[in-house]
């Protein structure tokens, strides 16, 4: 058992000196169980058990261990509620253990939280650990030894800060606590309590944004064939189709295709283009063609179409079936002179 002097100072013999095994133990302690500095000073011998598929195992099972072993704590009674349990960092339970080994028999002491006798973990020399031995002892070793200031801009670092930024990474998590675990995990009395530690972040922000899909939902991407020829040539200038819209079962020639009402349910109008006809077969030739793709903002009858399917597609229909397409009729004139009916289809496309 190695022995190092760390600053505590006992009224009767100074400064204390203690075992690397409790050091190394108080410290994970405070880094990983997201407890408070007095609820660790009073954890008890006996307080880490392991569990393997839901069974108990022993912890000197190192096979067992290896394999997905769950750490799990026992917090005594705290200050907001009664005791609990919770797991933990496996790393931590395999340093309380090894302090547990090394730690000699010790009287059982007072716990003025429960009036009882109790094994307390962190004694030695039949004197409990003091809360504030964190604060002053471990925090400015630990930084010390890092080479970073025990201060920053919110203040000096205490070992709440641990709790805190735990309880932060936890909701922040790409598979989260929601906001009733992380109240259970730290052992807080109500949800209010955890709202102050669930601070969400900027990255955690922008996922949550992008899964939102607003602009998704909002706006549609297609591709778009320019003709370069049609432009230099000057023939786009006396009215021949120079740009050509994918609708996904054809092209649309309209040059004002963003203003047109009935893009979501194709009319079939004369500016429409069957991809199977051989008028698109020679477009799709041309050498000179120009890919890009243009985003379209949707109206709020195209985004119930797309968000809500052929219902809301069916009334956008029978709203648009009197209204004009770009080549002057209607969707109603061009069902009736045509035996085939109009090809209603969304518009493809994916996220801009």
């Known amino acids: 058992m190695g022995i190092v002097e760390f600053g505590e100072k006992w009224p009767s013999t100074g400064v204390q000196f203690y075992p690397l095994e409790l050091i190394r133990a108080i410290t994970l302690t405070w880094l990983f169980s997201g407890q408070r500095s007095d609820e660790i000073a009073r954890l008890r011998v006996g307080c880490i058990r392991w569990q393997h598929d839901g069974a108990g195992i022993s912890g000197d099972d190192r096979q067992v261990l290896a394999r997905d072993a769950v750490c799990l ?12 349990t919770k797991p933990v960092d496996p790393l931590m339970g395999e340093a309380l253990e090894a302090w547990q080994k090394a730690r000699p028999l ?69 598979e989260p606590m929601t906001l009733f675990e ?15 530690y669930a601070k969400i972040t900027p990255n955690t922000l922008t996922r949550a944004y992008k899964d939102v899909g ?59 283009i069957p991809k199977n006809s051989s008028r698109a077969q020679l477009l799709e030739a041309k050498a000179n063609l120009q890919r890009m793709l243009i985003a379209i903002p949707l109206t709020d009858d195209e985004k119930a179409a797309v968000d809500d399917g052929q219902e809301a597609l069916d009334k ?37």
Not at 73 to 84: E, Q
Not at 128 to 152: E, F, Y
Not at 324 to 346: D, N, V
């Open 106 to 174: 010790q009287p059982k002491m007072l716990d003025r939280k429960t009036a009882e006798q109790a094994d307390f973990l962190f004694a030695y020399r039949a004197r409990r650990v003091a809360s504030h031995c964190i604060n002053d002892a471990i925090i400015p070793v630990l930084c010390a030894k890092a080479g970073v200031p025990a201060a920053d801009v919110r203040g000096k670092i205490t070992s709440h800060r641990a709790r805190s930024t735990i309880a932060s990474q936890l909701y922040n998590a790409k």
């Open 214 to 272: 607003y602009f998704e939902r909002n706006v549609r991407t297609i591709e778009v064939l320019i003709d370069r020829n049609a432009v230099t040539s000057g023939q786009a200038a006396a009215g021949e189709p120079w740009q050509h819209y994918d609708l996904g079962h054809g092209w649309c020639s309209y040059t004002f295709f963003e203003q047109c009402q009935h893009r979501m349910a194709c009319a079939k109008c004369d500016f429409y």
């Open 316 to 352: 956008l229909l029978e709203r648009l079936a009197d209204t004009p397409t770009p080549a002057g009729s209607t969707p109603r004139q061009l069902a009736c002179g045509s035996a085939e009916p109009p090809l209603l289809q969304i518009l493809p496309g994916r996220p801009s």
């Open 73 to 84: 704590l026992d917090v005594p009674v705290h200050k907001t509620g009664s005791s609990f």
């Open 182 to 196: 992380l109240q259970a995990w730290p052992g807080h009395a109500s949800p209010e309590t955890t709202q102050h």
